[in-house]
């Protein structure tokens, strides 16, 4: 089953780190998504840009609006995310608590809806 | 216990080893609930008549896949009817049911999910493992019934689109699991117990319910000395229930109440499991409380209470747990055991913490007496008073303060 592990972090404290802690952050990145993909668990993963280079669209009554910013402004941003898929949640979950993003920040995890199932 | 009551335990507890084991192979507990509802209803109303089958989970199941079949039929072709026929496959009586897996703690470890909101864990597993409906468990945590069955609708769909797995925590995550799934049990246990004058039949037998789940999981985990404690501990305070209340129905303190009431046979289970759970050398919360009861209970029999032992036992949960209702014993303990300004001052410190709390002034109220200072103490029990919601427990503080005045 497809769980989504979306990394809620403040990029404020990750901009604040000094060059070596931020190499070393994102060095246990890289190792955490070599661990995933050597279980063959993983299915996608991106870091994202901060949100203040969120641009958001909605269409109202055949109108387009377009907005600077992101969808909802809060201290704690949607970072990045890992695409995993593994047995169940408590599987998800100590992959969840092993994302470097749990210990700066909170890692959300969210099943992923099996429209091939439906 | 009457043959109607036993038939009805006997069908609840079939009705929960099947609902564990149709939602261990499904992960859908509501599924489960479902294809068994009829057949349960059944057993409910035959049964006592009746008697219990011989094999009652085979009995269950026959007549839940003869429901399953009817309700296919009436049903026209389509997706609906493709889950009932995979519940017609989960529903086939093994050749062997009476060798048929007890999954049932690992239902419990799944109702008490820390996925699962913290206040939905034990109505969840009154649901999926004893078969009470939303309204009974609505009754008992006095929650509005719609309320309840919706959290328990919502809960039993996170468990199946979240995918929480039934099976059993590994080794290093047991200890904290099992912790949520005794808290679960003891607050279906505390919540019974707040109906301390067993008006409500419903809510009384919620006590012998979480007796039986406790005791299921001591069962099940005999290796786990917390799971011994907390089933010690409903024991000997189950053992007391008829000494509580006098024949005015008054609430009765511990310290007055008449031993010959106490049931010796379950005080002397407790005692067994507490000695067991000792022997693995790994204190715990509920074996701690259960310590003090043991200590106080002795006292009692022998007519001198050791209470620089339950001092000491308060100490070390107080250590251990932070909780400012040990605090608030164990400055009770340390007044007994003789130092009574220290108690006063450990009661000063909580206060701002548990000034909402009719325990703290009654304490208050009777270490304050026991120092001569009885204007103070008749004002702290009359502040005790305004927050007892129990009529029996408000009479007695009002002899209490009435003996101040």
């Known amino acids: ?118 | 216990m009457t043959p109607a009551n036993a038939a009805e335990q006997a069908a609840r507890r079939s009705y929960g080893r099947l609902v564990a084991y149709l939602s261990a192979r499904s992960r859908d507990v509501a599924g489960a609930e479902d294809a068994l509802a009829d057949a349960f209803e059944a057993a409910l109303a035959r049964w006592p008549l009746d008697g219990v089958p011989a094999n009652p989970e085979a009995w269950l199941l026959t007549v839940a896949r003869r429901k399953t079949i009817d309700a296919l039929r009436g049903r026209r072709r389509g997706e609906e009817a493709a889950a009932w026929l995979e519940w017609l496959a989960a529903l086939e009586t093994p050749a062997d049911t009476v060798a048929l897996p007890d999954r049932r703690l690992e239902l419990m470890f799944a109702c008490a999910h820390p996925a699962i909101d913290a206040a939905v864990r034990a109505p969840l597993m009154l649901q999926a493992v004893l078969g009470f409906d939303a309204a009974t468990i609505a009754a008992a945590f006095l929650v509005a019934p719609a309320a309840m069955s919706q959290r328990l609708v919502r809960a039993k769909a996170k468990i199946r689109e979240a995918r929480i797995g039934l099976q059993l925590p590994g080794h290093a995550e047991l200890g904290e699991r099992l912790a949520a799934v005794l808290s679960a049990i003891y607050a279906v246990y505390a919540d019974a117990w707040t109906d301390a004058a067993g008006t409500d039949p419903r809510r009384r037998e919620l006590a012998g319910e979480a007796i039986w789940l406790a005791r299921l999981v001591a069962s099940l985990l005999p290796q786990e000395p917390e799971a011994l404690g907390l089933l010690a501990l409903m024991l000997y305070s189950h053992a007391r229930r008829a000494a509580r209340r006098d024949a005015a129905g008054v609430y009765v303190p511990l310290s007055e109440q008449d031993p010959a009431l106490w049931e010796r046979a379950l005080i002397d289970e407790a005692e067994g499991l507490l000695h067991l759970a000792a022997s693995h050398g790994r204190p715990g919360r509920y074996q701690l409380e259960a310590a003090v009861q043991s200590a106080q209970l002795e006292g009692r029999r022998r007519g001198r209470v050791d209470w620089v032992a339950i001092e000491q036992l308060y100490a070390a949960l107080c250590a251990l747990t932070g909780s400012p209702v040990a605090a608030l014993n164990h400055a009770v303990a340390l007044s007994q055991a003789g130092d009574a300004a220290a108690g006063l001052a450990r009661l000063d410190a909580l206060q701002a913490e548990l000034g909402g709390y009719q325990p703290y002034w009654a304490a208050r109220a009777e270490l304050l007496g026991r120092g001569g200072r009885h204007a103070d103490a008749r004002e702290a029990c009359e502040r005790a008073i305004t927050l007892e919601a129990d009529e029996a427990v408000r009479q007695f503080l009002r002899r209490r303060a009435a003996a101040w005045g």
């Open chain 1, 1 to 118: 089953m497809e769980y989504m592990l979306l990394i809620h972090a403040d990029p404020v404290g990750f901009a604040a780190l000094s060059e070596a802690d931020a190499a070393a952050a994102m060095t246990a990145y890289t190792a955490y998504t070599e661990a995933l993909t050597k279980a063959g668990l993983i299915r996608g993963s991106n870091r994202l840009k901060p949100a203040d280079m969120s641009t958001t669209v909605r269409v109202r009554g055949g109108k387009t609006e377009v907005l600077d910013g992101p969808f909802i402004e809060t201290r704690e941003q949607l970072g990045g995310y890992f695409l995993i898929d593994v047995p169940d949640l408590d599987a998800a979950l100590s992959w969840a608590a092993r994302c470097p993003g749990a210990s700066h920040g909170t890692v959300e995890v969210r099943p992923v809806w099996d429209m091939s199932r439906e």
